[in-house]
């Protein structure tokens, strides 16, 4: 059994059953962040440097999306030779309505998406060697395929 493994430490809870972007609230004024903040608050109103990790919604709306229809240059890793094309979201989640870019679950393309739509977290194997496989957040249609 391979090792499965977030691609950064703490940024995202890889349970199957539970996967989760994970950010940080100010506990003064209520802001999220993600990536997670480590120094103080990021609103100008206010610079608390009270924060505390938490899960992030695993539901948002689509807010925007593209498709990515060239390789990126490295140091993205391409999972196929010739490169496929794949679709990028811009998701703005239910509770913090803030908006968290990720590509699209592979075999959704952007004929397939609609501005508003809800769309939910999913986990998909981003590297893998013999003993390690890397997971990453996708965002993918409620109700479509993981």
């Known amino acids: 059994m ?22 940080t609230r100010c506990t003064k004024c209520g802001s999220y962040f993600f990536p997670r903040e480590t120094v103080r608050c990021r609103n100008p109103a206010c ?9 992030l919604s695993p539901k948002g709306r689509l ?7 060239y390789q990126p240059p490295p ?10 094309p794949f679709a990028i979201a811009a998701v ?10 990720g590509q699209v679950v592979e075999g959704v393309g952007v004929d397939q998406l609609e501005v508003g739509m ?8 981003l590297l893998e060697d013999e003993t390690t496989e890397t ?3 996708k965002w993918k249609p409620v109700g479509g395929r993981a």
């Open 2 to 23: 391979k090792e499965r493994v977030p691609p950064v430490q703490g940024w995202l809870n890889i349970d199957p059953a539970h996967p989760r972007l994970i950010g």
């Open 63 to 69: 807010w925007s999306y593209t498709n990515a229809g």
């Open 75 to 84: 140091p993205y890793v391409p999972r196929t030779d010739p490169f496929v």
């Open 118 to 125: 809800e769309m939910e977290i999913a986990l998909e194997t």
């Open 92 to 101: 703005e989640l239910e509770r913090e309505k803030m908006v968290i870019l």
């Open 47 to 55: 610079g608390s440097r009270t924060l505390a990790e938490t899960e």
């Open 135 to 137: 997971l990453t957040w």
